[in-house]
């Protein structure tokens, strides 16, 4: 059974910087692409970034620039630090399985407050 965790939310304040992590087991971490998305308040789910098997990393317009995700296939971890946080960073982000999004994690919470 796929089984994610992420870990690392929490206040931040606007224009600080906060490290996710994605804790994953149950699957063959080294071969799976790995994605983060966010859901704000009363808003829909956005992809914010993903990363692919060998390291390759992809983001949403909205976050790129600000920061940057890494994956340790040995540890079967993934980390997402995002810098210059904004106001509009406030989410519930999941870690998420899979080009298909098969797989989620149950959400760590960012606030971005003063």
């Known amino acids: 059974e796929v089984h994610l965790v992420e870990s690392g939310g929490g206040l931040v304040q606007p224009g600080g910087s906060l490290r996710l992590s994605c804790a994953a087991s149950?699957?063959?971490?080294?071969?799976?692409?790995l994605n983060w998305v966010r859901q704000a308040p009363g808003k829909g789910l956005e992809w914010v970034s993903g990363?692919?098997?060998?390291?390759?990393?992809y983001y949403a317009d909205s976050v790129k620039g600000r920061g940057a995700v890494s994956r340790d296939n040995a540890k079967k971890t993934r980390r997402r630090k995002r810098k210059r946080r904004k106001p509009e960073d406030k989410a519930l982000y999941y870690c998420?399985?899979?080009?298909?999004?098969?797989?989620w994690g149950k959400g760590t919470l960012v606030t971005v407050s003063s």
């Open positions: 998420v399985s899979g080009y298909c999004l098969a797989s």
């Open positions: 149950g699957f063959t971490f080294s071969g799976y692409y």
């Open positions: 990363i692919n098997s060998g390291g390759a990393t």
